[in-house]
């Protein structure tokens, strides 16, 4: 079993999570899901990989990119994975700002 | 011991030493999140000892776990992880309550109970009707999935027989 390339930070029942995952879909993108505490302060794992304790948070092994919040993510993943050149959006990306 | 009979269990037909340990996918948790993970992940990268144990909360397995960590079982070159019908948020619980956050240990998730049914090791609980959980046992399992160990609960209730247990874990460690 190999692993996917794209992680994906998320909290159950978190529908900003859920967004980026029927985008995740939409591409038909092989991803692994890790599921975190639902208290902020107990999420060192993500703040170690993103800066950032929100979530989603996407590690994306195909590009190197890491990236916080929903609205990013998806615009990210659209640019990269969608009708769009990806090539040259996956480099945009990595330095379309985080977000709040 | 106590001076009565314990319930006796019925035999198990459960995998034996020298059986293939059946592969099942279920969240592992740890001390920070929990992700599918495969039982042949594990033991793609080295022997596992795995302990099926009573739900987290009930006595037996605050007394397992309790054991294990001071055995430093997880110090051997093994991957330790428990298994229980319990959620990944009560493995968190008790992950924290038991003092494992900063050791080796990791915990099966599986609320269906279908690993237990893999293994024919299903306990139906009396008195809390439509839960089952897997009978107390205790498995080492090679990097091929060759049960090299195998204990399984004859009685209800039970606890692992731990000085075999750990031998077993020092024998493939």
């Given at each position: 079993m190999s692993e996917p390339a794209i992680t994906l930070y998320r909290l159950q029942a978190c529908p900003y999570c859920e967004r980026v995952v029927r985008k995740l879909h939409e591409y038909d993108l092989a991803y692994r899901s890790r599921f975190v505490e639902?208290?902020?302060?107990?999420r060192d794992v993500v703040k170690r990989h993103?800066?950032?304790?929100?979530?989603p948070v996407i590690v994306d092994g195909h590009t190197g990119v890491t990236m916080a919040e929903s609205a990013n993510i998806v615009e990210y993943l659209d640019a990269t994975?969608?009708?769009?050149?990806a090539a040259s959006a996956a480099a945009d990306a990595t330095v379309a700002g985080e977000g709040s | 011991m106590v001076e009565f009979d314990v319930v006796e269990l019925d035999e198990a037909a459960h995998p034996e030493e020298g059986d293939m340990a059946p592969d099942f996918t279920r969240p592992l948790v740890n001390d920070e999140y929990w992700a599918d993970v495969a039982l042949s992940e594990l033991t793609g990268e080295g022997p596992v000892a795995l302990v099926f144990h009573p739900m987290d909360g009930a006595f037996p397995a605050t007394y397992i776990w309790n054991e294990l960590r001071d055995r430093d079982l997880d110090a051997h070159d093994v991957t330790v992880v428990g298994l229980s019908i319990s959620s990944p948020y009560e493995h968190k619980t008790l992950i924290d309550e038991r003092g494992l956050?900063?050791?080796?240990v990791r915990f099966f998730s599986d609320p269906a109970n279908g690993v237990a049914a893999e293994y024919g090791i299903v306990n139906d609980l009396d008195g809390m009707t439509g839960i089952s959980e897997p009978r107390p046992a205790t498995f080492v399992v090679d990097e091929d999935r060759t049960v090299e160990y195998a204990w399984v609960a004859s009685e209800w209730p039970a606890f692992p027989e731990y000085d075999e247990f750990e031998a077993a874990v020092e024998r493939v460690a």
């Open positions: 639902p208290m902020h302060s107990d993103s800066g950032v304790r929100t979530v994975y969608g009708e769009a050149d | 956050a900063d050791r080796d």
